[in-house]
DNA sequence: AATCATTTTAGAACAATTCTATTTTGGAGG
DNA sequence: CCTCCAAAATAGAATTGTTCTAAAATGATT
């Protein structure tokens, strides 16, 4: 764990808890100045292998980074980009019980528009 | 409806049901030789907002495009990324269950292995 | 036959991520 | 306190699927 690498887990841990990889070169980049976008997905990749954090890759071709690694569903904002947390419940074995294949894993985004926006959406 | 854009639907029809840009070029290439990358493009961007296939992103970059554009879900074989539907129900209501952020859509793919990949895994 | 919007085409542009090769860093052993 | 070495950081090029741009072709409608 170095200096770099502590501050990329930083930047994630002292947000909301997702961020794509070019914010947080952009706020690692405040830490230390001479940090290069490389080194955020270099970091980025080692923290993912280390179980700290989680990427979430959209279909949209957005990637996002999680500091909560643990299992969970997301929500993105379709009018901010911003990502939020869902539990929706054991989907493993709700899906198992509608099909015969066996379900390795799955990726799944929710569309939404977050309450910041929505409320945004009723004052217009 | 031209002809090469009923060409690109003819091609997609004629398959199991998903492809991706590359292969239906590819077979559409072998009906008009003169057919080209940019228009199939065009043409799967003009039959999607025709509301007669669909497109399907995945999570890894990879775009699949549905020759039936009723709503259900998808699988990915992880071994040699065939594209399956699936019927799960629905669950739009049963993730509505689950949170108060309002859903306007998702995307959902499931990871499996293929029936055909399957097999060959037991035979080795 | 003339017109004009649509389609097709070729090729450039794009953007996020990954790769490659070089340089730097920081800890372990002498 | 050096020296060495593997790991990390860096710069910048490469990659890849998709989109964009501008020009040429097409085809339906006057």
Redesign the pocket.
């Known amino acids: 764990m170095?200096?770099?690498?502590a501050a990329v887990l930083q930047v994630l841990r002292d947000s909301q808890g997702h961020l794509?990889?070019?914010e947080i070169y952009r706020r690692a980049k405040e830490l230390?100045p001479?940090?290069?976008?490389?080194?955020v997905?270099?970091?980025l990749?080692?923290l993912c292998e280390a179980g700290l954090i989680r990427r979430i890759r959209t279909a949209d071709?957005?990637?996002y980074y999680d500091k909560t690694p643990t299992p969970h569903e997301h929500a993105v904002c379709t009018e901010c980009g911003m990502m939020l947390d869902l539990e929706l419940g054991d989907l493993h074995t709700a899906f198992s019980k509608k099909t015969d294949l066996p379900i390795l894993s799955y990726d799944l985004i929710v569309h939404t528009v977050c309450p910041d926006c929505k409320a945004k959406q009723k004052q217009a």
Do not use: E
């Open positions: 170095t200096v770099k690498r794509q990889p070019d230390y001479g940090m290069v976008l490389a080194t997905y270099n970091n990749h080692a071709g957005a990637d």
